[in-house]
């Protein structure tokens, strides 16, 4: 690796550090400065920077994964056990449930290596190395290129680089921009794909306070679960065989049971997905009235339908409980952001930057020649969003991710393709058994009643929210023959389509014909929603381009106004370091909110006959007896608490870690006063809340019982 890039930038952000407030910031670990890492000791790191992360050493970045590419997890032992959140890993504990066996309801520990459950599709990657390449990304782009051609040399340049970084070995690379693509950095990950369920509290622990309590504090959730790593008998990354072995991992974080007191130094290590931490105050009032709305409203006219059926049927309840838990999810934090960025008053902040970025723009005639038009390049192009009437949000909600059958249906193009060509038997069977294998994927948690509610619901739904200038043309279908009453078009799909139930679909797998695909409603249906889209999206991606064109322009002319302020680039999938320290805070006149709950306040919110707040009869018996074992403090149990590091979702999972390197909690959430924080930090309010690592071991210990699990983990006292 080319080091003399990162070793370059580090010196000039020395030269440039500004005075930066400790608890913001997403930063690339691999540049943390002189002043600092000052700071950090000032607040009680004990550790070296190699020591926090090195590409030529061991360091904390060497226990730390992403999670199945959406979360962050650790490794917690020399076995390569894995901590991370209960959420986190919800779809494969939910994947592994049936009304016989049910891991949701109860829980599951495995007793010996054998009985870790195999999760395929799951991986986890560490990094290996990462590199400045903005120079050869942006070899032979010039000035007066067309958006298309620059992006089309990056995307060549890009593809060169990560052949390179790849070729002759197992690692796989991405490029990632940086800076709205001001900057270009090449990422190097080791990936290992068996990944196996070893341990995992009941859901009334894991997700106690479920949709009441989400990104809400104080909080009282034992939000965790254990996967493991496995390699080949080599020691190298292996698919699943029962022959692999259990990872030998570089390094793995101590646990420590000294607790947590207010003003402690924390810091957390992950994956942190998107912040838009530059957005301008057009973006924010444009999603604010344009998008909001309109993915809140789809939302909760899914989750009625979903959580009504859930509540009737334990099948329905386990098929339904991952779609249901990431559709609430977002749900919630769409209306916490809106209700953020109004009651913070965040686009008024943003606006002041953006005149003071004018002003200083037009101070200098060539800075009025490279950035005058920005500000009306934005206008401009939510201005033609407004065209498109929110389709694409209505779109991802009611179509993307509505009912099942519909995208189903329309993978079936190719196979249409097939029979209507000369493909040889051949070549049919080969796309039947990969439509066979999608298909059992989407049965697996399927029911034709729910999803036929969804089918008529989100027609509905799509109807108000597509462009009028050009709607797809199944709505004159439901016009001219059902009369717009969409509960019997749905009646009608579910009754004939081969896609509304399973049989039927293998049925006609078995004897595939062209002329019966062509005249399915199902399939009918989806061919004029998705073509009909991909029109919208093709005019809404030239918008794109001119945003980018914006932002890019935006984010160097900032950086050149303030050039001894320190920039963070926005979070995007890759690993980042944020520190900061435990404390509470005032989320209203009047109100203060201690640092940490207890046990005791799970027993003041439980309630049985509400599903979200049922206490199991063995925790209750901890907490009457005083049973905590080692990991109390005055007699008390620990089980949530809060810092005011700088995270945002990806960061489910991350550890929160100690000046010594040990690990003293889990991220996973945010708190609701400060929902706002993906597009600008609120310094007196913004919280993470972790799980008190502590609990977690009481959890394991006590309420578990998983001795073996406790056997392999490195706790200090």
């Not at 003399?4 to 400065?33: H, S, T, Y």
């Not at 999810?329 to 109004?342: A, P, Q, V």
């Amino acid at each position: 690796m080319n080091r003399r890039n990162v070793v370059f930038l580090i010196l000039v952000l020395a030269v440039f550090r500004p005075q930066v407030k400790a608890d913001e910031g997403m930063w690339l670990p691999f540049m943390i400065d002189d002043a600092l890492f000052d700071e950090m000791q000032d607040m009680g790191l004990n550790l070296t920077r190699e020591q926090i992360f090195s590409f030529t050493g061991t360091s904390l970045k060497d226990a730390i994964v992403h999670f199945g590419g959406g979360c962050t997890a650790e490794i917690i032992s020399d076995l390569g056990l894995v901590l991370t959140n209960h959420h986190c890993g919800y779809g494969r504990i939910q994947a592994h449930s049936s009304v016989d066996n049910d891991l949701l309801r109860n829980g599951f520990w495995a007793e010996t290596f054998g009985d870790e459950l195999p999760n395929p599709g799951l991986f986890v990657r560490f990094l290996v190395q990462a590199e400045d390449v903005t120079g050869q990304v942006l070899e032979n782009v010039t000035a007066g290129m067309s958006e298309s051609d620059r992006e089309t040399t990056i995307n060549n340049n890009i593809t060169t680089i990560v052949n390179s970084a790849t070729s002759g070995n197992h690692y796989s690379a991405n490029v990632r921009p940086m800076f709205a693509g001001n900057e270009y950095f090449l990422f190097i990950y080791e990936t290992y794909n068996d990944v196996r369920l070893v341990g995992t509290p009941p859901e009334s622990v894991g997700s106690y306070g479920g949709d009441t309590d989400n990104w809400m504090w104080p909080r009282h959730t034992g939000d965790f679960a254990l996967f493991r790593v496995y390699t080949g008998p080599d020691g190298k990354p292996a698919e699943y065989s029962p022959d692999n072995i259990p990872l030998k991992p570089k390094h793995f974080l101590p646990i420590s049971i000294k607790g947590v007191r207010e003003g402690d130094f924390a810091m957390i290590l992950g994956y942190p997905g998107r912040t838009t931490r530059y957005l301008t105050s057009y973006g924010i009032d444009f999603f604010q009235e344009h998008m909001y709305p309109v993915r809140i409203d789809i939302r909760r006219k899914k989750l009625d339908i979903i959580e009504t059926a859930m509540a009737s049927s334990d099948d329905i309840r386990i098929k339904y409980a991952s779609k249901q838990a990431g559709i609430a999810n977002y749900w919630k934090n769409f209306i916490g952001m809106s209700r953020s960025l109004t009651r913070l008053n965040v686009a008024d902040s943003k606006r002041k930057l953006e005149e003071e970025f004018m002003n200083w723009v037009n101070l200098e005639p060539n800075r009025r020649e490279e950035y005058g038009n920005v500000m009306n390049q934005y206008k401009e192009a939510y201005d033609t969003y407004l065209t498109f009437n929110s389709q694409n949000y209505a779109f991802m909600e009611a179509m993307a991710t509505g009912p099942d059958i519909l995208g189903l249906a329309y993978q079936f193009n190719s196979l249409l393709a097939l029979l209507q060509g000369n493909a040889n038997q051949e070549e049919l069977n080969k796309e039947i058994d990969i439509l066979r294998s999608r298909a059992e994927r989407v049965y697996r948690n399927y029911d034709q009643g729910v999803d036929q509610q969804l089918w008529k619901a989100m027609f509905e739904a799509y109807k108000e929210y597509t462009s009028p200038s050009n709607p797809p043309d199944i709505y004159q279908t439901i016009e001219r023959k059902y009369k717009n009453q969409f509960d019997r078009f749905a009646e009608d799909v579910y009754n004939k389509s081969i896609f509304a139930d399973e049989s039927r679909l293998n049925d006609f797998l078995d004897k595939p014909s062209a002329r019966r695909l062509r005249n399915d409603l199902a399939f009918q249906t989806a061919r004029s929603i998705f073509p009909n889209y991909s029109a919208v999206s093709r005019q809404i991606q030239e918008v794109d381009a001119s945003l980018q064109v914006a932002d890019r322009l935006f984010l160097k002319g900032l950086r050149e106004m303030k050039p001894n302020a320190l920039f963070y680039p926005d979070a995007n999938g890759t690993m980042r370091f944020t520190y900061g320290s435990v404390g509470g805070y005032h989320p209203a006149d009047a109100v203060y909110y201690e640092y940490f709950t207890t046990l005791s306040g799970v027993m003041e919110k439980e309630d049985p006959s509400h599903h979200e707040f049922i206490v199991p009869g063995k925790l209750k018996n901890l907490y009457e007896n005083k049973d905590y074992g080692r990991y109390m403090t005055d007699n008390t149990m620990v089980v949530n608490f809060i810092s005011n590091n700088d995270i945002t979702g990806g960061n489910s999972g991350s550890p929160v870690i100690n000046g010594d390197g040990h690990l003293i909690g889990l991220a996973f959430d945010g708190n609701w006063e400060a929902m706002s924080g993906d597009v600008l930090f609120e310094q007196e309010l913004q919280r993470c809340i972790n799980v008190d690592a502590r609990y977690i071991l009481f959890l394991i210990d006590k309420f578990s019982g998983a001795s073996r699990i406790m056997d392999e983990l490195l706790i200090i006292e």
